[in-house]
């Protein structure tokens, strides 16, 4: 058996360090060294931005949706170098949110969200956790109810890291109470600038932020 990477993953491997050697600069270096969580901040989010209009962050995402097609081996050594550099890639959107609504997502919200993601326009925080709940989603309180054609959310997540960064939240909210505990969970698209979102800073050890967010009437 051969272990050997294949040469055209060391090959993108190049491409990757390349990018990182020309995109680095002093401020994103100063934003790391200063704790921010995942190395998050303006120029961090400009890096990842830069990384998604050049198509590495997306290397893994099948050709029909604007990526590269190019399987695990080449999103592993983006990871990798992105690791071993101490520069931050944008994990959540590219192999969480991306992949979901690939999967799951109606044609028109694959034609809406897909290509700004692509563009570095759109990027998530994901709204899971909840002080009462933790991460058993089976036991999560928001609540979404319906109103003519829209939800209306209320409730309250824990530990919604970047929010205060992403431009939107990939959130779960119980959309049928009279399920079972373990369905009636739906998962909903929302811009964090929307009136009833409030992101509140919460500070942890090694002076990193995660964040509590509301949804009142959302």
Known sequence: ?????????????AQVQDFIATHRTPELDA??????????????????????REGLAAVAWPEE???????????????????REGVPFDTLTFISVGPMIMRNGTEEQKQDILPK??????????????????TDL?????????DGDEW???GQKIYTSSAHLATHVWLAARSDPDAPKHRGISTYVLPLNTPGITVRPLWVMGEGRTNETFYEDV
């Open 138 to 146: 089976a036991s999560l309180q928001t609540r979404a109810t319906r």
């Open 152 to 154: 209306v959310i209320n």
């Open 65 to 83: 949706y604007g990526g590269q097609g190019k399987g695990a081996l080449y999103l592993w050594a983006l990871a990798e170098e992105c690791s």
């Open 1 to 13: 058996m051969d272990f050997e990477m294949p040469a055209e993953v060391l090959d993108f491997r």
């Open 31 to 52: 934003e790391i060294a200063e704790h921010h969580i995942h190395g998050y901040g303006p120029a961090a989010q400009a890096f990842m931005q830069a990384m998604a």
């Open 117 to 134: 993601v692509l563009r570095g326009e759109m990027n998530f925080a994901i709204g899971y956790t909840e002080p009462n709940a933790g």
